[in-house]
């Protein structure tokens, strides 16, 4: 026994080898059990979490093709969508041979340049001439109003900005359907002014203002804020505060709106102008 | 004190590069460059044997422990840590080895850190794909397999203790 031990304590560091090598061997044969077993017990998920973050940041790095699919699919969906198709009388059914008739197409576009410090800003897309663009479409954000195009190149378009001060656009209260015209005052970029809404109007915090389709620029029924604050009283008109939905220091992705009968209905209001 | 900080350091970054990057790198069916063994090359010269011993066999453990495949690597490892003194002992070269220090190419120059690497890779490499396999069918394509990736390895330490020491 003595010399046993003797043996043991002179060989320590091959004991041991042979020790750490046996489980590791004893690990590698009853690998099947292992996992549910000592793995989760002893490290109680640690290594399944690192794990799970290492290919988090492996789908962080396919964020950009995401981003430009999702982009390209909620482009087809708002297509798609009712307010976006209108239904053709039934004599022209006969003559177009179709049943729906497209009003809107909507771009994807990528913000390639954006100013919202200035009194005047504008940003840059990476659409242009090329894809169709060309002055007075609309630009919106996933979240609403963004602003219109004003220069078109080969490839680039520049649109004004909701932040500038030539920014005007009809709008209206979602809930009561008053309409005013919204601008942007030049001092924080987040908030918008709505004006020209009628004394009378029921106005309370949290209302949705939302574009009225009175101008031939947007749409009807764009997001463009939620008021903020009790209205002002001046003259004959309330001016209400107007937070913006969209954060405009944070586009990134836009969709141009191009409509298909701007041409025409602007042809027809110029030609009764002067009624 | 600081020493000890530093090893935790230098294994919870080979760990990381280990299942981050290089897990993740597909060079060929051939090449699977395992560069956490630059732990075990790394340790102190004079360290008690009994300790590079466990310290290889938690190097491998954990790196089991995220690759999924019990054993396999820890087996590798103890493998390795068992024949670094023997290794150190046949490596003596005329330049004087200081037992309290860390192996470097500043301390021990270039040649003798790629001779003692290669040897410690090897090792553990042939260990490992063996182990892998876990059978004698295949053998000349397991040997090419532990031949390729430990030039790798060994190419990879060098690159990073030269970047180290250039600090």
């Known amino acids: 026994m003595r010399r046993l031990l003797d043996f043991l304590i002179r060989h320590l560091n091959f004991v041991l080898f042979l020790v750490l090598e046996g489980i590791a061997l004893i690990m590698l044969s009853s690998s099947h059990n292992y996992h549910n ?21 492996r789908s962080f790095t396919r964020l950009r093709q995401v981003n430009r699919q999702l982009a390209y699919e909620n482009a087809m969906l708002h297509q798609k969508l009712e307010g976006t198709v209108k239904v053709a009388p039934a004599t022209e059914v006969k003559v177009n041979d179709t049943i729906n008739k497209l009003y809107y197409t909507y771009i994807t576009a990528k913000v390639v340049n954006n100013s919202t410090n200035k ?3 504008t940003f840059t897309l990476d659409r242009g001439l090329s894809s169709g663009i060309t002055n007075g479409m609309a630009v ?9 195009i004003i220069a078109t190149s080969q490839n680039f378009s520049v649109a004004m900005s909701v932040l500038n001060l030539n920014f005007k656009q009809s709008v209206r209260l979602a809930r009561t359907k008053y309409f005013g015209s919204m601008s ?9 002014e709505v004006t020209e809404i009628p004394h009378h109007a029921d106005v309370v915090e949290g209302d949705t203002v939302v574009t009225s389709g009175y101008s031939a620029l947007f749409p009807e029924n764009i997001m463009v804020g939620t008021v903020e604050g009790a209205p002002v009283e001046g003259g004959d008109f309330l001016t209400l505060k107007v937070k913006l939905s969209t954060d405009m220091k944070r586009l990134t992705y836009v969709y141009i709106i191009k409509d298909h009968y701007k041409g025409e209905r602007l042809g027809l209001e110029a030609g009764t102008d002067n009624e | 004190m600081s020493k000890t900080i ?28 395992y560069v956490y063994v630059m732990f075990i090359i790394m340790l102190p010269l004079g360290m008690p044997e009994w300790l590079v011993l466990l310290l290889s066999f938690l190097t491998g453990f954990t790196v089991d422990m995220f690759c999924g495949t019990p054993g396999v690597h820890t087996a590798a490892t103890v493998m390795a840590g068992f024949a670094r003194p023997y ?35 090897i090792i553990h490499h042939l260990t490992l794909f063996y182990v892998e396999v876990f059978r004698f069918a295949g053998f000349f394509r397991t040997l090419l397999r532990a031949l390729l990736s430990t030039v790798f390895t060994t190419f990879f330490i060098v690159i990073m203790e030269l970047f180290r020491s250039r600090r």
């Open chain 1, 37 to 57: 077993s000592v793995a989760e017990n002893i490290f109680g998920g640690v290594a399944a979490r690192i794990n799970n973050s290492a290919e988090n940041i």
């Open chain 1, 119 to 121: 009194q005047k800003n």
């Open chain 1, 140 to 148: 919106v954000s996933p979240d609403g109003m963004a602003g219109v």
């Open chain 1, 184 to 192: 942007w005052p030049g001092k924080n970029y987040r908030y918008a």
């Open chain 2, 6 to 33: 530093k090893y935790i350091t230098l294994f919870a970054g080979l760990m990381l590069l280990q299942i981050l990057l290089f897990n993740n790198i597909q060079f060929s069916g051939y090449i699977n460059p």
């Open chain 2, 87 to 121: 290794i150190l002992s046949l490596n003596i070269t005329s330049e004087a080895i200081s037992p309290s220090s860390t192996p470097s190419i500043k301390n021990n120059g270039i040649r003798w850190f790629i001779v003692f690497t290669f040897s410690i890779v």
